[in-house]
């Protein structure tokens, strides 16, 4: 069974620091997509990031950066140069091919950018 | 910009109704997927839909039903609400994914439904 963990319920980090989020996932499939979303507290989910299974190169957009590591399993989110508005909840979502477009998700990691 | 949008952002309603959020999307998307979101449970599959008229379990049907009679339309449906399905309720919508599961889903802006 397919299965998302990430082990970190909360984080902390000073602004303009960069922060790693921790996603670890289970699969047997060779053809996967793997995702990162963004939940700040009024609620809407915001796409991030994508990383295909295949991908060589790992994926970045703007300030996002996905340390995939194929061998381990895990698909960490890293955060550049945080910001006060980072501070939200992060989850860490997959496709496997053979869920047919299902996107399943893990519990997600709160994060709190300080001063 | 993609725009999937929700009937309601609160709502609260009395145990035994029926009870039906609704779900519009503008971007011609195949695929639509309503997901409930609880504290330390994460997002978990409701119902989704690859096309108009067709509908699949997801991991948590018990309790729920879901209509799509329009292709930008997706409607779930609480057939006689319970305390325990007072929760977050997310809708979203994805074009097909190729083989590498490659299309992110989009999602609404949530409804916080309250069952008293």
């Known amino acids: 069974a397919q299965k998302i963990t990430q082990t970190q319920p909360g984080m902390f980090v000073q602004e303009k620091e960069a922060v790693t989020l921790d996603c670890t996932y289970d699969t047997s499939d060779p053809s996967y997509g793997l995702f990162w979303y963004k939940q700040p507290s009024s609620g809407e989910m915001i796409f991030l990031i994508y990383?295909?299974?295949?991908?060589?190169q790992n994926a970045t957009e703007g300030r996002y950066s996905l340390n995939f590591q194929k061998a381990r399993k895990s698909a960490n989110l890293v955060i550049s140069a945080s910001q006060l508005g980072d501070s939200a909840m992060y989850f860490c979502?997959?496709?496997?091919?053979?869920?047919?477009?299902?996107?399943?998700f893990g519990t997600g990691t709160q994060l709190k950018v300080e001063l | 910009d993609v725009k999937v949008t929700q009937s309601s952002r609160y709502l609260v309603k009395r145990t035994g109704e029926k009870v039906f959020l609704e779900c519009v999307q503008d971007?011609?998307?195949?695929?639509m997927f309503w997901y409930r979101q609880d504290p330390g449970l994460g997002l978990r599959l409701i119902y989704f839909?690859?096309?108009?008229?067709?509908?699949e379990k997801g991991d948590i049907p018990e309790g729920y039903s879901v209509s799509r009679e329009k292709k930008e339309r997706f409607s779930l449906i609480l057939e006689s609400a319970s305390t325990n399905q007072t929760s977050m309720y997310l809708c979203a919508s994805s074009l097909v994914s190729s083989g590498f599961g490659n299309q992110p889903q989009h999602f609404g802006d949530g409804t916080r439904l309250s069952i008293l």
């Open positions: 971007m011609d998307h195949e695929n």
């Open positions: 979502a997959a496709i496997l091919t053979g869920g047919g477009n299902k996107l399943t």
């Open positions: 839909s690859y096309d108009v008229k067709m509908k």
């Open positions: 990383q295909g299974s295949y991908d060589q």
